[in-house]
Nanobody, 114 residues
């Protein structure tokens, strides 16, 4: 059974930083691309960052230069380092991985507010 468990969200002031983690079990993540998505209040879920099995990363324009996606295959964990946070980054953040199916974690809430 595949499980993805996100953690690390919280309330942070504008300009602050957070590091999200996504612990995976039941799936071999080293051979798969992994993704961070977010869903702002009242809006659709959107792709934030991607990391391939080979470590190639891509980012949404809105977070480029501020967010960094990384992975530790030995720990089966995906990360998202978020710096220079803005109120528009407020959202529930989800990690995602796919094989023949698509898997989502339960999400972790990030609120950027003074």
């Amino acid at each position: 059974q595949v499980q993805l468990v996100e953690s690390g969200g919280g309330l942070v002031q504008p300009g602050g930083s957070l590091r999200l983690s996504c612990a995976a079990s039941g799936i071999l993540i080293s051979i798969r691309a992994m993704y961070w998505y977010r869903q702002p209040p009242g809006k659709q879920r959107e792709l934030v960052a991607t990391i391939t099995s080979g470590g190639i990363t891509t980012y949404a324009d809105s977070v480029k230069g501020r967010f960094t996606i990384s992975r530790d295959n030995a720990k089966r964990t995906l990360y998202l380092q978020m710096n220079s946070l803005k109120p528009d980054d407020t959202a529930t953040y989800y990690c995602n991985v796919r094989d023949s199916r698509e898997y989502w974690g339960q999400g972790t809430q990030v609120t950027v507010s003074s």
